[in-house]
């Protein structure tokens, strides 16, 4: 129980996240399985693209994931269950707009976002600020709050033999009545 002499800590007006997340890779239909490469919403040039329940936008969801851990909440997987049948081939963004509906509903505001995408090819780098922009559309925050990395896997294991893409992000929140 808080007393005189141990106060109730303060709420900070911080909060961190993060977020990551997998997608196997296979042709893209009709010679495999896989969907279409999609990441930060953005369509690249690929052979190969991610098996999933959703349209398999890894970025965005390690984003969502990012958000709703710096909330404190469950995981998309959680709010967004695979098993159900009405989030086959769903546009991604939409997981993304409901954190983002739920983070302003709490009363915070994104300080920053910093991601990185693990795909041996192809180079996101062309495509960079195409992607930021994007993605701070959905967030609704300036592009320079916004940042994104691709990296190869240097050849090796899963995401550098082509067979899966991985994305990690980061988010750091702030109260809203603090923003401005
Ligand atoms: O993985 P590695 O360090 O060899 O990647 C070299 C550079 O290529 C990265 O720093 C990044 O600028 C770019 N890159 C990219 N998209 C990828 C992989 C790498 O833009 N999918
Ligand atoms: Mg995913």
Excluded: C, Y
């Amino acid at each position: 129980m808080p007393d005189a002499s141990h106060p109730a800590p303060a709420e900070p007006p911080w909060r961190v996240g993060v977020g990551w997340d997998r997608h196997r890779l296979a042709p893209v239909a009709p010679a495999g399985e896989g969907r279409p490469l999609v990441l930060g919403g953005v369509r690249l040039e690929s052979d190969l693209g991610p098996v999933s329940h959703s349209d398999g936008d890894a970025l965005l969801h390690a984003v969502t994931d990012a958000i709703l851990g710096a909330l404190g909440l469950e995981d998309l997987g959680a709010l967004f269950p695979d098993t159900d049948p009405d989030h086959e081939g769903r546009d991604s963004m939409e997981f993304l707009d409901r954190a983002v509906r739920l983070m302003r509903d709490a009363g915070w505001t994104l300080a920053n976002l910093d991601a990185v995408v693990v795909l041996q090819s192809p180079k996101l780098g062309p495509r960079r600020d195409e992607i930021r922009r994007r993605l701070a559309r959905a967030l609704g925050a300036p592009p320079g709050r916004v940042n994104v990395k691709g990296k190869t896997g240097e050849g090796v294991d899963a995401t550098g033999e082509r067979r899966a893409v991985d994305a990690h992000a980061v988010t750091l929140l702030m109260r809203a009545d603090r923003a401005s």
